[in-house]
């Protein structure tokens, strides 16, 4: 006989990874529609966007960025912001996620892949709901700091400290 | 203590959204194997598929899509239907998905992104098995139907209605 | 009334798929980060690896793999090994998934696709941790053998027997 209690704890775990794998998966169709709202709400009021040492440091920064002419330029021109898999580590109400991911850009009678990057995630559950805390993005193209990214997201651990200007 | 049938509801949703996502991954490989029955069974007898204002109007017309001899000689040259995680919303027998895809052709020694596109699936559980009823995709070119199709999928709503004619 | 054992059961065949998918969606992050440990313990001991009819035939060779200056010099000049989403059928201590990849190398200021390929695995549960023991993929360049493991995959079979010259 199995206990409804430890039933419980097990699914909550699931639900849990399925609330953060979801979360992370809405970030490309949100910016590649060009949605700021919906992009936003992705973060923490006090969440952080670190991209190749640019610094994003609210939700309403996020916001900006995503309204910004030369984002809304992407999107007219046609971008797509692909993301892959999320191995998500769940400890309580925080955890960590770790993916990779793939801007896209139209070019001619197809596409172009502009970036592909590491993307370390911390988040948090606040007011019942899971929220980026820090996402930190690094380019593969050599640079440790991306590689510290994956190895620390697939560990479980923090975003190591990276140097602001380690592209 | 944690009562048996709430477990199960939520179970049950947590089974709806594998099956759904997991019906969706199976696109691509079906497809790229060139295998019609695979993929023609995804849809609802009477589901559609809108690419780009091409109307596919039941099960059939898929299959007959991936048997054609266009597709055909697609799968011969080498491509790949690269699908990206699903964010799926479960509403009793009905449900709403969105994700990216990508499709990828063979040129020279690599590959060349071909399309980038939006997709939106309405769904609906058939005979205890979830089946496609609308699929909607336009491609990342700065067309607003491939917006709309993101936002409508990301709030769980309808698929919008677009012009045939708009890509 | 839901049964508790039922849950159970259910529960952990969901558990199951999330431990494939999850270790599946770490080969990427791995070896872009040029961690040999982190993707070497993916395998079982004795598991292997066919890429193109070059084969591995255990953990250790896997580990070499990654280790190798070919593979090093790849992670130093960017690369991305991207995991499509995962088709899972677990059948007890044995699953069968598939997906697709590509993989992707820095090229001037972006990136070019470089391989686009079918992956079929066969994982066993062992000391209560799910492995791979056989992983063989093949590029979709049109040749049979891709679409003999994209088939085999959906339909939760083992892989096919395929010549190691044929890719």
Redesign the interface.
């Known amino acids: 006989?199995?206990?409804?209690?430890e039933?419980?704890t097990?699914?909550r775990r699931?639900?849990d990874?399925?609330d953060i794998?979801?979360l992370?998966?809405?970030y490309?169709?949100?910016v590649?529609?060009?949605?700021a709202d919906?992009a936003a709400r992705l973060w923490a009021t006090d969440g952080s966007y670190d991209v190749e040492g640019w610094q994003m440091a609210s939700r309403a920064d996020v916001h900006a960025m995503v309204s910004s002419p030369s984002h809304q330029s992407l999107?007219?021109?046609?971008?797509?912001?692909?993301?892959?898999?999320?191995?998500?580590t769940v400890t309580g109400d925080s955890a960590v996620a770790?993916?990779?991911s793939?801007v896209?850009v139209?070019d001619g009678?197809?596409?172009?892949?502009?970036?592909?990057a590491?993307n370390h995630f911390m988040l948090q559950r606040i007011d019942d709901r899971w929220q980026i805390a820090v996402r930190t993005s690094r380019?593969?193209?050599?640079n440790p700091g991306?590689?510290?990214l994956?190895?620390a997201?697939?560990a479980g651990q923090r975003a190591p400290a990276l140097d602001a200007g380690a592209t």
């Open positions: 006989m199995t206990d409804a209690d039933l419980g097990r699914l699931l639900e990874e399925r794998s979801r992370i998966a809405s490309g169709p949100a590649d529609a060009g949605d919906a999107v007219a021109n046609g971008c797509c912001h692909f993301i892959g898999p999320t191995v998500v770790v993916c990779e793939l896209l139209r009678d197809g596409y172009r892949v502009w970036r592909a590491a380019v593969l193209d050599g991306a590689h510290a994956l190895r997201g697939l």
